[in-house]
Structures are given as C-alpha cells and as structure tokens.
DNA sequence: AACGTTCGCGCGAACGTTCGCATTCAGTAT
DNA sequence: ATACTGAATGCGAACGTTCGCGCGAACGTT
C-alpha cells in the first residue's frame, strides 16, 4: 500500500519519448518546444501525476525558494492583530512568486536568536530572511549585513545602519489626523507623545508640527505632553490640557498611539465632555477595539497587508537580481479611519460595543 | 566576496583523516567510535565551520523534517490572540524535534486549499501536517486519510472520521465553572448556549447539566437560552432570565463564550445589579479583553501553550514510528480564571482599564 | 553549393548527502 | 594455528533534479 513509488521525471520523459533532460527544461521554461512534444510532456505529466521532488531540485539549483520569518511574541494578555493579516498576506504574497515561508521560534537570548538566523542561512533552508521588530542596532541586521545574507526589514533602524526596509510613515499620518480636524475647524490641538528617546515617537511628533506649522499655526510647549505611551498617561495628560486657560485650551488633541487617546477620551467623558465636539481626539494604530468603543475612535491604520506584500516582492526582487541589499526604505502612508471621536454620529456597533 | 565555497564534509572528513561517510554517521548518532577518531571529526567540523546541507540531507533520506501549517485567517477588526501563543509553541516543539514549520496561505476556495495541501506532500516539502479550524466532514480529513497523509488536528471532527486530533474539554470547562459558582453558594444558575447544531456547543453544555445533576439540581428548562454566541443575543437572554419570577430567577450564569458573557454583564449593569453578587457570570475562551473589562470576567483558558506542543510532538512520534494513524484524540482542559464577575475584588488594573 | 544561424533536443556531469553492505582488525574461543 | 566474533571504518551506489554544452537538422543567405 505505501508501495506507491514515486514518479520521476524520467518516467514522464520515457511516456513522451524525449530526453528527461528535456522535460526539466520545458517544465522550467527554459526552451521552446514543438508544440506536439510540448503537447507530449504535458500529457505525459498529467497522466503520471508527476511533481518535481523539492529537495532534488533545491540541491541541483542550490536555491530553497524558502524565506525564514520570525517574530517576538505577544504577551498573551493582549492581542496581535497584526501577526495573522503580515502572516497571511506574506504567505499570499510569497505564494504567488513562487516561495515559502519558513517560520522558527523566538528566542530571547540574542545569541541564541541569532545562531537560529545563521543556521537556517547556512544549512540552506532559507534564501533570505523577512525581519519584523528591528530594534535600534539589532544584531540580527548587523550580522546578517556583515554576512551578505538577504534580508528585508519591517521597520527602520538607526541611521548608522542602511539596509533594505519597509516602514509606516508615521509623520505622514499625524499630519493626516492635524489636517483632518484643521479642517474640523480646530485651531488649538496638541500631542501626546512618547519620550524623546522614541525614534518612532519623534518621526510621528514631526508630523504634527510640521501640519501645524503649514497651517500658519505655531504649536505651543504646552501642547506636546510626553509620557509612556498607556491609558494612564493619556488620561492624567489630558485632564493637564484641559485645565489650561481657556484662550490655549487644546479643542482637540492627537495621540501617537490608541491607549493614550482612549485615556484622553476617557478623561473628557468623566469631565461630561462631549467627545468630538468639545474635545476631538485622534489614536494611531487602528486597536481592534477602536472600533467597539463607545465612542468609536478615530485612528491611523497601518496598511498591513500591502506591508506583507512588498515586504516579499522586494525580498524575491533581490533574489531574482542577484543584486546587492540596496537600502532603500519604502515609506507606506497610513490610513486615516473616521469615527465618532472626530466626528460624532459617524458609526459604530453599538449592539456589540463592549460595555 | 561571494566566492566563499560551501563546506562539504568531504572536506570534514578529509582533515579528520576519515572517509566522509564515516563523517555522516558519526553526526548522525549511527555509529560508535573511537574516541579519539571522534575528536578529530568533532574539531574538524568546528574548524571548518561545517553546517549540512539540508536539501542534500532530505533528498537522501526521503524525509524533509518539516511540518506544514494554514489556518483560517481572522476577520482584521477582531484579534486572534490564539494564533501568535498556538504559532509560537508549535515552533518551539518542533525545534525541540528538529523539525521546522512550513507555513502557507489560506484559500476560500476548497479545491484550491486541498490542492495546497497535496502539493506540499507530493512534492516532499513536508512530512505532514498539522491542522485547526477542522470543520465537521472537513474535506482536507478526507483527502489525507484517503492518501494516508500523516497530520495531527487542533479539534474533532464529525463522528463518522477516526483521526489523531488534540482538543479542549468544554464539558469539563463548563463543569468546572458550575462548580465554581455552586462552592459559592449559587444554586439557581443558568446558561447561555448556542443553537443545537453545534457540537462544541453541546459538548460544553453537557458540563453544565452535568455538574448541576451532581449536585442534585436539576436544571430548568428555562434556565437554558440558545442563539447565536454574540454580545446583543447575550445581553438580551440575561434581561429574560432576570425577569424571571423571584423563586426561579438565577442568581448566577455560565456563557458558552465571552461576548455573550459580556453582554449579561452589560445587562446585570444597567439594571443596577451589582455583578459578582447579585449576578454571577462566567465565560468561555478568556478574550484579551476580558482582563481589561469593569468588572474583569471569570472566564475559561484555552491551553494553547500545551495543545502547541501536543500536536507537534504527536505529529513526530507518528512520523518516528511509522504507525498508521492512531484515531486517539487527547482532551485537554481547560483553566478557570477566577475574575470580579464571580468574586468582586479579585484584581484588575483599573488604570489601564478601557473605558 | 557552401556557409552561418537558429531551433529542437540530447548527453554527461554534477549537487552533497545517506544507505546498505563489505572490509579490516583486534581479541577471544576452539 | 584456525575459526569466530564484534567493533571500527570504508566503499560504491543511489536520491531526482538542473546545468552547461554540444550536435544534428532545417532554414535562409551569400
């Protein structure tokens, strides 16, 4: 019963009277046929059912058409969303370009974690890597750099570093949110931002301003609080905002991530303000949950799906050229989603909300 | 730069002055030597830096070392947080067995889906699969078992098929948090449950007529609500059990999931019922969420960490003995997360608290 | 008629490992 | 001495594919 021998392509060549040589060739796309031969192997190929054994081909053309993915965890108290859609839309992505993706373990012993990378580059599992969380000088990059092995990045690193990558503008975004409620008629917004130590915080925080700052607007100091970016900060640094003099009293406020906003929001409600109308507010990231609240809010969603998308297309570019990791950082534009927290009455399901 | 030739242990095997076959034995644990021999074999291949080449490895022994996984992607605006700790612990297993994860798109379409699966078996990428989201007569159960593919299941399926499978015992899920609320002191305790098609349903059902029969309450009919497992049938089922008359009206509830539990706790709240004591509510599946909610929700854990290595490690032991398939399925329980919706006053961080 | 050129296909040789026996050699029993 | 044993290593042969080159025939061109 388990006698079922596999089909090689010298079976299929013998069916179709050709060379096995030939029907490599043909099935790769590497020479043109007459069309009755070419009409003979496919034949022959169907008949037999015949599929290319993956472990023969990858050692005759030392190419795996496998990438490696890994990625650190997410405490499980609180939910990733987006694992599952970068996890589908790189598996859909990689899948019409013919790869895999391989997925190993986190570790969080760097060395360990690294051994990981350089194992699988090294035995010949993986032609290149898709990295995700790139911290400043993460090893990973600097090894992998060092070693000339194929990497794209989610997420910039520190200057010093140049290395294919893809990435949100975060800057872009808040000057979205700044514009959107500009035009919303506010004058007087202010930021929650995160320390200055944040890379990402400070790339975001200049959106604001700049968007300020075009609208002939000049952003007071009192209006960039900074603090970590939870719902605890964002509630006590609101409630600072909202009792400063009327004449600067912020109208609306932009939060470089949702649980500060849903802090602000949260504020504004125990002081029985209207959100949206007496005070707006803006997250970034698109939480699950900003679509449950009550009121729903208004945030920047990051274009995950197209991030999975170039993430692979630019890895197998790579590996199709053969070229050198060439540093260029795509930047993608969030999506600016409007809910009631900007403009109340905008949606919501109110028949789910949760509490 | 690129010329750095690949170690082979021809090359190993030269330096240690052995033939290179004895090399391959050797580092796979087939052959005892002489120590000395040994050593050298050892530091040679330390000296040289030499990794074995996996597609070479798998084209010899027929065997790829890999495991092959696609799940059913998550609708973008609820978070799956089952996917990243049952991903994680699944990679760890494996690497633990020194197998890896071939991970591969999700298609709506059957056809195309089953043909995935095959692709990867007949083309000797993987040595099976492991499965989730299996459906009642699952067309992927029924093409494997028929071409005596090796995979493990995350659930059962319908009666009819025999298969290897892991699950979570519901029934004793729910037992346990009727238990729960009886060593409280609750005595009248209803359920929301889901319509009668379904079997997850049913199983966990039983758990709670069960232990109420335990403990010789028979359980009302009205005490049971069915409808679909969402917030608004929940909120709406707990508004007719309060209405109940005094003598039979529960003083506790047990949902069959949590958006149905948050939505009786909803219904507790707006009546000015004080949840925890004047209503008891427990739920299933322990969302994310229901960590942050006021109150915190009594809820059931899934195990994911433990049905991870579960379905890895019996995934390898098939494929180590060679047997047929076992039809066993292991039950795993679940864990009760005793929160304020049982027992006021429990814990909570109402700073980061949403709303 | 002799000469390139292109087309269609074939051939030998890898790719780097593991498998299954065969062989050697020392030690022990006959 | 001879034959037997087991431990330590070697040897040839796959595993199924792709690579690189070569060769004959058909085709137009001088």
């Known amino acids: 019963m388990d006698s079922a021998r596999r089909v090689t392509i010298k079976e299929v060549a013998r069916r179709a009277g050709v060379s096995y040589q030939t029907v490599s060739k043909l099935l790769n ?55 599952d859609t970068l996890l589908q839309s790189m ?74 990558c893809i990435d949100v503008d975060g800057g872009l975004g808040l000057q979205m949110a700044v514009q959107h409620l500009l035009a ?71 939060a470089l991530n949702d649980p500060m906003a849903i802090g602000a929001v949260r504020t504004a409600l125990r002081r029985g303000l209207r959100v949206g109308q007496d005070l707006a507010v803006t997250g970034f990231d698109d939480t699950p949950l900003a679509h449950y609240l009550q009121p729903s809010l208004t945030s920047l969603r990051q274009p995950i799906w197209e991030i999975g998308q170039r993430l692979i297309c630019q890895m197998t570019d790579m590996l199709k050229g053969g070229r050198p990791p060439e540093p260029a950082c795509s930047l993608l534009a969030p999506e600016l989603v409007v809910r009631e927290s900007t403009v109340p009455g905008t949606q919501g399901r109110p028949e789910d909300l949760i509490l």
Chains 1, 2 share one sequence.
């Not at 034949?43 to 599929?51: C, H, I, M, Q, S």
């Not at 058409?65 to 990625?71: A, E, Q, V």
């Not at 190993?104 to 350089?118: G, N, V």
């Not at 002939?216 to 600072?240: D, L, M, S, Y």
Request: aromatic share 8%.
């Open 91 to 164: 598996l859909h992505a990689a899948e019409a370009e013919d790869y895999h993706l391989l997925c190993f373990p986190h570790h969080a012993d760097a060395t360990r974690q690294l051994d990981s990378y350089i194992r699988l580059y090294e035995t010949g599992r993986v032609d290149g890597f898709i990295l995700s969380s790139v911290e400043y000088d993460d090893p990973r990059v600097i090894h992998l750099l060092g070693r000339g092995v194929p990497f794209v990045a989610f997420g910039r690193s520190s200057a010093g570093l140049e290395f294919p």
């Open 29 to 83: 796309g590497q020479v043109q046929l007459a069309p009755a031969t070419e009409a003979r192997i496919f034949e022959a190929v169907r008949e037999l059912n015949y599929r290319p054994l993956y472990s023969a081909r990858s050692l005759r053309s030392q190419r795996s058409r496998t990438l490696g993915y890994s990625w650190t965890p997410t405490p499980p108290d609180q939910a990733n969303q987006i694992l």
């Open 184 to 254: 919303l008629g506010h004058r007087r917004i202010a930021a929650l931002a995160w320390p200055e130590a944040s890379r990402v915080g400070e790339n975001r925080l200049s959106g604001y301003l700049r968007a300020m700052r075009e609208a002939g607007i000049e952003p007071r100091p009192e209006w960039v609080r900074r603090g970590e970016g939870r719902v605890a900060f964002g509630a006590q640094a609101a409630a600072e905002l909202l009792d400063l003099p009327a004449e600067i009293r912020p109208s609306a406020l932009v």
